[in-house]
């Protein structure tokens, strides 16, 4: 007999981030489901100053919303000679509706004259359930230098121009398994994944 299936809300509308977490958790007893499962849910908001305080606002938000235990990440690109922009701000650069092309553009125009290149993508991860507990926290970096254009046609958000040195590639030049082994994502959602697989105390019966 199967064990039942553990349901748990990825807190995203972004189809990019829910492929990347449903092939992460395969092989799991788990339901994954997405914020694009529950349309009267308002966009979560994010005033915090850090990953792990958007992560961690944006779970306990979704769990509330929808009563399901919510797995929220919060993740962006941080550039040193930017004074870390975008940061937090990674997906709104441009703009509150910028589409990836637009935060790439102005990314590379304040960069234009930049002799440090170097730069890291962050993830905070956070799983809250609906009744305001906060059940498990990790976070992932992986470091990079930002390429003057666009390599590639894979990814989504600023792989094109975040150069991978040690594979000699950008993230968006990767195959999706490839990127998973080494992205900041990737390595939150693998320390999600093992906890999990431990148990998390209060998440489905967890010890």
């Keep these: 007999m199967s064990a039942p299936l ?17 092939r992460a958790l395969s092989g799991l007893p788990l339901g994954l489901r997405s914020l694009s499962e529950f349309p009267q849910v308002p966009p979560l908001e994010e005033e915090g100053e850090t990953f792990a305080e958007n992560a961690r606002s944006k779970a306990l938000q979704a769990a509330r919303a929808t009563g399901l235990p919510a797995l929220a990440d919060d993740s962006g690109l941080v550039v040193p000679v930017l004074d870390g922009a975008p940061g937090v701000r990674s997906a709104r650069f441009a703009g509150p509706q910028a589409s990836d092309e637009e935060n790439i553009r102005l990314l590379l125009e304040r960069m234009k004259d930049a002799g440090d ?39 989504f958000g600023y792989d094109p121009v975040f150069f991978y040195p040690p594979g000699r590639v950008t993230f968006a030049e990767m195959d999706p398994e490839e990127k998973e082994r080494v992205s900041h994502r990737g390595e939150a959602v693998r320390a999600f994944r093992a906890a999990l697989e431990r148990g998390i105390p209060g998440l489905g019966g967890g010890r």
């Design 117 to 155: 290149r170097g730069a890291w993508f962050q993830c905070a991860l956070c799983l809250a359930d609906p009744d305001g507990k906060i059940l498990w926290e990790g976070e992932g970096r992986c470091g990079g230098i930002i390429l003057e254009e666009p390599r590639g046609r894979g990814g």
């Design 6 to 22: 553990l349901e748990i809300l990825a807190a995203t509308r972004n189809q990019g981030k829910m492929k990347e977490l449903t």
